[in-house]
């Protein structure tokens, strides 16, 4: 023993050492009779090394001690783990990822859309978070289902279940369609994370999108409001043989109507269904309704397709009609600008994509515990505040 700067010095021998200050715990050297008190100070960075001989094993079992490997007796694992705590060790997960040779594959089941529509920033902060953790040798590789035939869901689940995946990001379709595929991946230990709706129900590992209920009571409020307390109003939907796209649209519509029924009974809420897969019907059907209804000035859509009615108000120069919608769309945002939609209603679509790769991450490869709800913020844009927004926007993802 020798005391150097205040820091006393054991050695056993096998050389193995340990540091002591003058405050702390007491720690026992398994492989010595030194009975160390007021164990205080100890190296900034503790190596496995000095793990192994401080529990007289070797690196090779430490290291399957801390990754939770086989091949460790129970003696040993004793040893080992009773040294990591008295140190407090905290393994340096990222370097051992790093380190590692094993790679991990993704796969993200997205609805299928057109460059552009609200599921290209999905896959923007998706490919973003690939890059950012690219050194941890991930790939990630993206397959889709039509949103409007459930049969579409469940060939592409079967298709990524054929494959050795090691994580999955979903936008689930409805709960009944979506638990036939989350039932498989629970069987495969598959860990899963829910973007854009959430099916609590199902457990993911976690879900980043909007509470859909909330925001579509928020919107009614909104609705209300922007319409100076309208007597009548509609809803926009889009549908495809009376489905609509996702969970989240009907959510919202839910809880829309919820926040009317408490609020504005006496409102009659009219609805007019757009057809999906038939778009050259949209001017049409626009035309109809505002003939049969001109008394009705005010509506809103819980899709991310708001700019379908907005730039057919822009064409007819209609500008007595007050109208929101949700996400950031290229063209939504244009007719905000025209002023022919009033609000819309953001939701990070980019930092869902983003945080839902970083979480899979965080959960195989650094072992890190995951929030499990992660709701984006209702975010009220208008014509005043929509740049301030894309632009702080921009700087995030």
Same mark, same amino acid.
């Given at each position: ?8 010095? !054991? ?196 879900? !980043? ?9 928020? %919107? ?81 859509? !819980? ?42 209603? %953001? ?44 632009? %702080? ?5």
């Amino acid at each position: 023993m020798y005391v150097h700067k205040g820091t006393i010095y !054991f050695f056993n021998t096998k050389n193995c050492y340990i540091f002591v200050g003058e405050k702390n715990n007491l720690l026992v050297c398994p492989s010595t009779l030194y009975i160390i008190r007021y164990m205080n100070k100890l190296p900034e960075r503790i190596r496995i090394k000095d793990i192994a001989r401080l529990a007289d094993v070797s690196v090779g079992t430490v290291d399957r001690v801390l990754h939770g490997r086989t091949g460790v007796s129970e003696a040993s694992r004793k040893r080992v783990e009773e040294i990591l705590k008295q140190l407090d060790y905290q393994p340096n997960m990222y370097a051992s990822a790093l380190a590692s040779n094993k790679k991990y594959l993704f796969v993200c089941l997205l609805p299928q859309h057109k460059e552009g529509d609200y599921w290209t920033d999905v896959e923007a902060g998706i490919k973003r978070a690939v890059e950012t953790f690219s050194d941890f040798h991930i790939t990630l590789s993206i397959s889709y289902y039509d949103q409007y035939e459930y049969a579409s869901f469940t060939n592409s689940g079967k298709e990524i279940l054929a494959r050795e995946v090691d994580g999955v990001l979903v936008a689930p379709t409805v709960p009944e369609i979506t638990s036939q595929f989350i039932e498989q991946l629970q069987k495969k230990e598959i860990p899963y994370i829910f973007i854009d709706s959430n099916v609590p129900s199902l457990r993911p590992l976690a879900f !980043f999108g909007q509470k859909s209920e909330q925001s579509g009571y928020f %919107a009614a409020r909104m609705a209300m409001m922007l319409g100076e307390r309208p007597k009548e109003i509609v809803v926009f939907r889009q549908i495809n043989e009376g489905r609509l796209g996702s969970n989240q649209q009907e959510n919202r519509e839910k809880g829309f109507r919820k926040y009317m029924q408490e609020h504005f009974p006496d409102c009659r809420i009219v609805e007019l269904n757009l057809y999906a897969k038939r778009p050259d019907e949209d001017e049409i059907l626009l035309q109809r309704f505002f003939i049969e209804h001109p008394q009705i000035n005010c509506g809103i859509t !819980f899709n991310s397709k708001v700019y379908i009615v907005g730039e057919y108000l822009l064409k007819h120069n209609k500008k007595d009609f007050k109208l929101m919608g949700y996400d950031l769309l290229s063209r939504n945002v244009h007719c905000l600008k025209e002023g022919t939609v009033d609000f819309l209603i %953001a939701q990070q679509p980019s930092v869902q994509g983003y945080c839902g790769v970083e979480s899979l991450c965080n959960h195989l490869i650094f072992k890190k515990e995951v929030k499990q709800c992660n709701y984006m913020p209702i975010t009220l844009l208008t014509v005043e505040n929509i740049d301030f927004y894309l632009d %702080a926007h921009k700087k995030q993802i």
